[in-house]
């Protein structure tokens, strides 16, 4: 049983854009795309969505922390980098994140900040489902006709046979 839910909806614009609606009051939609030349690059893609919730999670984790440790964070630059990498059957992968986080902090403070530079990480939602690996469950809901996609616990290869 889930203690949140949420939901989001993609809406295609068109090529390769949607609008993306977070369902939150006063949070206006934003354009994702894909990047040249599948895309026009008129907004983020998939990784670096990926790449930026992570590296949102993992600063916000961190800035909770210091905050309750009574570190004054002045500010704070997160940088992800991210490696594309090519699988077994040719198909493009994120091999691999780099998340580097540079608080800015008074030289007084640092030595408080051992505890949640030891904690922060685990208490990162996003990052922590990542690297535990994130079930999907995915259907294809055609017009007229019942939903297509991979029932809860089959495979890639089951759903291919399938469908």
């Not at 922390?65 to 994120?94: D, F, H, P, Y």
């Not at 691999?96 to 902090?105: E, K, N």
Request: glycine fraction near 12%; hydrophobic fraction near 35%.
């Amino acid at each position: 049983m889930s203690e949140q839910t949420f939901e989001i909806t993609l809406d295609r614009t068109q090529g390769y854009q949607f609008s993306v609606d977070s369902h939150q009051p006063g949070v206006p939609p934003w354009l994702v795309d894909e990047t040249p030349p599948l895309g026009e690059g008129h907004g983020p893609n998939p990784a670096r969505m990926l790449a930026a919730a992570i590296g949102h999670c993992l600063s916000a984790s961190a800035l909770f922390c210091l905050g309750k440790a009574r570190v004054n964070v002045r500010g704070m630059r997160t940088t992800v980098s991210g490696e594309l990498v090519r699988n077994e059957q040719g198909r493009l992968r994120i091999g691999g994140l780099t998340v580097r986080l540079h608080p800015d902090v008074a030289p007084e403070d640092r030595d408080r900040l051992g505890r949640c530079l030891d904690l922060f990480e685990d208490f990162c939602v996003v990052t922590q489902s990542v690297r535990r690996g994130v079930d999907v469950q995915v259907s294809v809901d055609l017009t007229g006709g019942q939903p297509h996609g991979s029932p809860p616990g089959a495979s890639h290869a089951e759903a291919d046979r399938r469908g």
